[in-house]
């Protein structure tokens, strides 16, 4: 089984795709098709596609975009960001993206198992978002905004119980720092779960994301791995060789 | 002309999203009369298998697939669970498959001591043990992306075509006279799956 790296792209309300440091100050990276485009070419392994304002403008996803997205890129796609409904869930289904990002709505439980029940475990991928390290983390929903006051351990199983086929642990406090994963948190969620652990927050190079797939991360995610904005707003799109990162897995502890 | 059968099971657009890039045609049916007349078909599904056999029931389907498939002799690609479906049952379910392959669909077993997860999400290297439509090199080495969790046991090692490393090797493709599966998603596998629905459509 080859480990898996994937790019995390960030829509905001104009559908402009940005980079976020710590859930808060952005920084504009380009047009989202095109870089998604790029990414193909390089063919990666999968993408996520989050959309970071739509709950907050309490908008619906975008479905032509989405069609439009899907209609070009043959791989694994992931879609996150205002959903809310089944039927959501269904027409994004129906335009060619077969994974399902629940973050605010994943609090509910109910929610995700009716997704899962309808959908298939496989399609329903849960992000759970936490601040902090060890016994003092702490989960959030609204893109950081409000806490919810379970264990995190917990929280997790019982997504995990509910149907979630994936769960993702976005470290909200390393989110753009490219200081590494909280590779601890990682490491003590995966041991805890059966289903695939994707990490996602602080990766900024490529040993970083060996570092997570170390430590029991099914799947490495990054938004600033994989993307630099150089001078003149110039995006370069940068994707490990998979074969590499086999390399640095397997060589060393 | 390809038919992908609508059963509301099944990630269709993602297919037809592909077959539109390589210029294959195709149509979308869920009609019986569509389905036992088609020129080649796709089985698409993904998620239980009960729940995927039902709804091939309800919308009375599998008399026009195995008209189609037994009668007719026309070719049909089983994807994902669509390929589950081709066999006798499913330890996943109680209700029967179509039967066309002797194989039984068994739960993935992680090996004791193995970090391997269930359901295997991801990509893999798929290795054909013979040569065949879909995979017409059998020194060829292609990675496909997978999500599953049960997985196809063939009675005879010949109606496998290729295997892909689960801790063991498991059959990964199927192919038997007219009748062809993948456990793996073409779809979702950039040039690798456009290969290899292009191949189908070639047929």
Sequence with gaps: MRPRLIPVLLLDSSRRLVKTVRFGKRTYVGDPLNVIRLFNEKEVDEIFVLDIDATSDRRTPDLGFLRELASECFMPLAYGGGITSLEQCEQISRAGIEKIVLGTSSENKGFVSDVSKNMGSQSVVACVDVFGSGVSARCFTRSGKSPINIDLIRHCVELQEAGAGEIVLQSIDRDGTRSGYNVELIRMLASQLAVPLVALGGAGEATHLVEALKVGASAAASGSAFIFVGRLRAVLINSPDPAAIEMLIRGGS | ?203
Excluded at chain 2, 54 to 72: G, K
Aim: net charge neutral; charged share 20%.
């Design chain 2, 1 to 203: 002309m390809i038919t992908i059968v609508d059963y509301g099971v099944g990630n269709i657009g993602a297919l037809e999203n592909m077959f539109d890039f390589l210029g294959v045609d195709c149509t979308v049916s869920n009609r019986p009369e569509d389905v036992g007349n088609a020129d080649k078909l796709l089985l698409p599904g993904v998620g239980a298998f009960d729940t995927a056999v039902n709804a091939l029931n309800r919308q009375n389907l599998i008399p026009a697939l195995n008209y189609a498939v037994c009668r007719r002799k026309r070719p049909i690609l089983g994807v994902c669970l669509g390929m589950q479906l081709l066999c006798r049952g499913s330890q996943e379910g109680d209700l029967p498959g179509l039967g066309w392959i002797d194989a039984d669909v068994r739960r993935l077993e992680v090996p004791s001591g193995s970090k391997l997860k269930v359901p295997h999400i991801g990509w893999a290297d798929v290795r054909p043990i013979r040569e065949t439509n879909l995979f017409p090199k059998i020194h060829s080495m292609e990675r496909f992306y997978f999500v599953h969790s049960y997985h196809v046991c063939c009675d005879r090692p010949n109606d496998v075509a290729a295997v892909v490393d689960f801790g063991r090797e498991i059959c990964c493709s199927v192919s038997a006279g007219n009748i062809y599966g993948v456990q793996f998603h073409p779809e979702k596998s950039h040039r690798f799956g456009m290969r290899l629905l292009k191949a189908f459509g070639d047929l």
